[in-house]
Each structure stands twice: as structure tokens, then as C-alpha cells.
């Protein structure tokens, strides 16, 4: 797909990036940490995947990520959410954030300002009616960045994501040295990669197991610092304010964030619980995927009735020893003992006859074998295993 290297001109743009930061205006904070869920991971790392989607590789990599247990900011070009809009809706379901990385990947800093501005909001366009949402973050191709396109950004409400960490899976990188440069991230970090490179896929599994034995979790990134953060859990906003990013070893986050109280990426949380009704009848489908200490779990709800559920809850008790540190597609708490997963803000509705809902969650485990839960029940009603 796109083998042009991503240079780093770092050191000539913190100048004016800094520049930049210090025009931005005050935002009002979304403070989004879910107690339940904050215990266990010891901080956030921003995995991010640029240039798709497609369909050659989007498919693949969201599977290895859901599988795994992570999540991730998928960096989309305009010109590829237009064409595979289906991928847009897939990064979504699998509980992705999708940013916007222009429309065809252009040197931006050798474009005018209406060329910048053309390929920002086409992209924007194009993700949002793909279903992705209106993206808040923008990374711009090859970490090329100047006032000019810092000036386009705003207008959008658009926060510059860089990078602290090149994974160079662009320039062929091996599975081992992707591995190793996850390895370096620290709380609040951002590693680029892409989705296309086959060593990075095939990275995935060691880089979520590396993460878990740090004690760090795959985190959203924050529109407000352009720092890692956990996922937005539909919590509560509050106020407060910010002026400017942060700068690190030479990489430039943050920045001109404006509008308001935004809770970041796409998925927003803010569940419909409750109230669904009584299912006519349900199924759950539990497929964990476990190793020493840690697991995953992948969850399909089944509705077999003959009415449309409208905003779900599902209970189940998980056994001794387990523990949820991190969930996607719906909000779990409390995260251990009999606990209860609520639908997020897209996923509230389950079709009659036969409609699903996913979800899935990273957790903990001690003791000798690892077990599921015995049984679920849908908005109080027992479900079926499938
Ligand atoms: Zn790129």
C-alpha cells in the first residue's frame, strides 16, 4: 500500500509547534477514568495504526486486537474511509478510535492552506459519514507539521497526535524490534505503526503481552493533552482548564485543542441501561482466551426473542481470582464477583430474532485453571449458553 517513508523532521517543527501551543485556547476537561476498571492497569500507552482502512488488512488487524485484548487509534485516510466505509464501521465495533490522517497522504507543509484545508475536512467527511464519528485527533502524514496546517487543525477541533515512539514497521522493521519499541513506551505514550506491514500483525500478540506484564493497558488518546488515558468510560465531566500540550523529548503533543467538554475518540459512552425490557429469550456465547495470569474474553449476546431490545445489561458472577482491568464495547463494574456489563452508546440496541451484541474485556487471574462464569442473565432474565 504505502511504502514512502514517514521521516521525522521533529526537531525543526518543536519550534513552531511551541509557537503554536501558546495561541491555544483554554478547553474544559473530560475526566473519564472508571474506578472500577483504574486499579489494574498502572497507565495507558496510545497504540496507534495509520493509513487504512482496507480490506486487504483492517479485517486482520482488528481481530489480533480484539483477540488480544487491546485497543487502539486507528489513523484513517479520507481517501480509504470513503472507499471501505465498512472497515470505519468495523474499527468502531471493535471498540477502535478513529483519527484523521488526510485525505491522500500529501506532504501537507508543502501545500496552501486551502489544499490543507481541503484534505482535513474531506477526511472528516468521509469518516463521519462512514459512521466513524467526527474525529478529534489528526495525525499529519510523515509527522509533518507546520502554523499553517496547526491553524487548519483548530478550525476543525482537531488535537496533533505525533508520536513518542516510531515502532519503524514502516521501513521493515522485524516482529522482534516492533516488539522491543512497545517495549519503550511509558504511561501516557504513543507508539506509531501501521496497519498494513504483515511484521505488525504478527507483533500483536507479544505487544499485548509485554503491556500486561508492565502493568500498562491500551489506553484511549486524550483530545485535550494528546497524552494516553483510559478509555472513555462515560463518566462525568467536570470542568477545568488547559493551555497548551506538553513537550517530550522532542516530540510535540497536545496543543490546540478547542471546543468544549469533548470525551475524546468515538466511542462516548454515556450507556442506555436498563429499561430494555424483558428479553423473549437469550444466548451468550463466552470464548475466553487465557495464559498465566491474564485472559480475555470475547462476549456475543444472542436476542431470540421476537421483540428489539432496547438498552441491555448483562450479569454474570466471575470466579474466584478474576478480575476485569479493561473493557470495550460495554462498562463492567464492579470488576470482580458479580458483576454487570451495560451496552455502550452504539451497541444499546439488539434486532429481534436472532440480533447480537459483542463485547469483551482484559482481566486477571490467580489459581490453578482458569474457568467461565456458570451463567448470564439479560436484563434479569436467564440466558441460554451458546
Ligand atoms: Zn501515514
Same mark, same amino acid.
Given at each position: 500500500?504505502?511504502?514512502?517513508?514517514?521521516?521525522?523532521?521533529?526537531?525543526?517543527?518543536?519550534?513552531?509547534?511551541?509557537?503554536?501551543?501558546?495561541?491555544?485556547?483554554?478547553?474544559?476537561?473530560?475526566?473519564?477514568?472508571?474506578?472500577?476498571?483504574?486499579?489494574?492497569?498502572?497507565?495507558?500507552?496510545?497504540?496507534?495504526?495509520?493509513?487504512?482502512?482496507?480490506?486487504?488488512?483492517?479485517?486482520?488487524?482488528?481481530?489480533?486486537?480484539?483477540?488480544?485484548?487491546?485497543?487502539?487509534?486507528?489513523?484513517?485516510?479520507?481517501?480509504?474511509?470513503?472507499?471501505?466505509?465498512?472497515?470505519?464501521?468495523?474499527?468502531?465495533?471493535?471498540?477502535?478510535?478513529?483519527?484523521?490522517?488526510?485525505?491522500?497522504?500529501?506532504?501537507?507543509?508543502?501545500?496552501?492552506?486551502?489544499?490543507?484545508?481541503?484534505?482535513?475536512?474531506?477526511?472528516?467527511?468521509?469518516?463521519?459519514?462512514?459512521?466513524?464519528?467526527?474525529?478529534?485527533?489528526?495525525?499529519?502524514?510523515?509527522?509533518?507539521?507546520?502554523?499553517?496546517?496547526?491553524?487548519?487543525?483548530?478550525?476543525?477541533?482537531?488535537?496533533?497526535?505525533?508520536?513518542?515512539?516510531?515502532?519503524?514497521?514502516?521501513?521493515?522493521?522485524?516482529?522482534?524490534?516492533?516488539?522491543?519499541?512497545?517495549?519503550?513506551?511509558?504511561?501516557?505514550?504513543?507508539?506509531?505503526?501501521?496497519?498494513?506491514?504483515?511484521?505488525?500483525?504478527?507483533?500483536?500478540?507479544?505487544?499485548?503481552?509485554?503491556?500486561?506484564?508492565?502493568?500498562?493497558?491500551?489506553?484511549?488518546?486524550?483530545?485535550?493533552?494528546?497524552?494516553?488515558?483510559?478509555?472513555?468510560? /462515560?463518566? !462525568? +465531566?467536570? %470542568?477545568?482548564?488547559?493551555? *497548551?500540550? @506538553?513537550?517530550? #523529548? &522532542?516530540? =510535540?503533543?497536545? $496543543?490546540?485543542?478547542?471546543? /468544549?467538554? !469533548? +470525551?475524546? %475518540?468515538?466511542?462516548?459512552? *454515556?450507556? @442506555?441501561?436498563? #429499561? &430494555?425490557? =424483558?428479553?423473549? $429469550?437469550?444466548?451468550?456465547?463466552?470464548?475466553?482466551?487465557?495464559?498465566?495470569?491474564?485472559?480475555?474474553?470475547?462476549?456475543?449476546?444472542?436476542? =431470540?426473542?421476537?421483540?428489539?431490545?432496547?438498552?441491555?445489561?448483562?450479569?454474570?458472577?466471575?470466579?474466584?481470582?478474576?478480575?476485569?482491568?479493561?473493557?470495550?464495547?460495554?462498562?463492567?463494574?464492579?470488576?470482580?464477583?458479580?458483576?454487570?456489563?451495560?451496552?455502550?452508546?452504539?451497541?444499546?440496541?439488539?434486532?429481534?430474532?436472532?440480533?447480537?451484541?459483542?463485547?469483551?474485556?482484559?482481566?486477571?487471574?490467580?489459581?490453578?485453571?482458569?474457568?467461565?462464569?456458570?451463567?448470564?442473565?439479560?436484563?434479569?432474565?436467564?440466558?441460554?449458553?451458546?
Amino acid at each position: 500500500m504505502r511504502i514512502a517513508p514517514h521521516l521525522s523532521i521533529r526537531g525543526l517543527v518543536t519550534g513552531l509547534a511551541v509557537a503554536a501551543m501558546a495561541m491555544a485556547g483554554t478547553v474544559s476537561l473530560g475526566v473519564n477514568a472508571t474506578p472500577s476498571h483504574a486499579a489494574t492497569c498502572n497507565g495507558y500507552v496510545g497504540l496507534t495504526f495509520d493509513d487504512g482502512p482496507s480490506n486487504d488488512h483492517t479485517p486482520a488487524i482488528l481481530n489480533a486486537l480484539k483477540q488480544n485484548g487491546l485497543r487502539a487509534t486507528m489513523f484513517n485516510e479520507g481517501q480509504y474511509a470513503a472507499s471501505y466505509p465498512a472497515q470505519v464501521q468495523a474499527e468502531i465495533n471493535a471498540g477502535m478510535w478513529v483519527g484523521n490522517h488526510s485525505y491522500t497522504h500529501p506532504h501537507l507543509t508543502q501545500q496552501s492552506q486551502a489544499q490543507i484545508d481541503s484534505e482535513i475536512s474531506r477526511t472528516q467527511q468521509a469518516i463521519s459519514s462512514a459512521g466513524g464519528g467526527t474525529p478529534k485527533l489528526f495525525r499529519p502524514p510523515y509527522g509533518e507539521t507546520n502554523s499553517t496546517l496547526k491553524s487548519v487543525e483548530a478550525k476543525y477541533g482537531l488535537t496533533e497526535i505525533i508520536w513518542d515512539v516510531d515502532s519503524q514497521d514502516w521501513n521493515g522493521a522485524s516482529v522482534d524490534a516492533i516488539v522491543q519499541a512497545n517495549a519503550q513506551l511509558g504511561n501516557g505514550q504513543v507508539i506509531l505503526m501501521h496497519e498494513w506491514p504483515a511484521n505488525t500483525l504478527t507483533a500483536i500478540p507479544r505487544i499485548a503481552q509485554g503491556l500486561a506484564s508492565r502493568g500498562l493497558c491500551a489506553g484511549m488518546i486524550s483530545p485535550q493533552t494528546g497524552r494516553a488515558v483510559a478509555p472513555d468510560g /462515560g463518566g !462525568t +465531566t467536570t %470542568g477545568g482548564t488547559t493551555t *497548551g500540550g @506538553t513537550t517530550t #523529548g &522532542g516530540t =510535540t503533543t497536545g $496543543g490546540s485543542t478547542t471546543g /468544549g467538554a !469533548t +470525551t475524546g %475518540g468515538t466511542t462516548t459512552g *454515556g450507556s @442506555t441501561t436498563g #429499561g &430494555g425490557g =424483558t428479553p423473549g $429469550g437469550c444466548k451468550v456465547a463466552y470464548n475466553p482466551n487465557s495464559w498465566p495470569g491474564g485472559f480475555t474474553a470475547d462476549v456475543t449476546i444472542t436476542n =431470540t426473542g421476537s421483540s428489539a431490545i432496547n438498552g441491555w445489561n448483562l450479569g454474570f458472577t466471575l470466579p474466584s481470582g478474576q478480575s476485569v482491568a479493561n473493557a470495550w464495547n460495554a462498562n463492567i463494574s464492579p470488576s470482580s464477583g458479580a458483576v454487570t456489563a451495560s451496552n455502550v452508546s452504539f451497541n444499546g440496541q439488539i434486532p429481534a430474532n436472532g440480533g447480537t451484541a459483542s463485547f469483551g474485556f482484559q482481566g486477571t487471574w490467580s489459581g490453578s485453571s482458569f474457568s467461565k462464569p456458570a451463567s448470564f442473565t439479560l436484563n434479569g432474565t436467564a440466558c441460554s449458553m451458546a
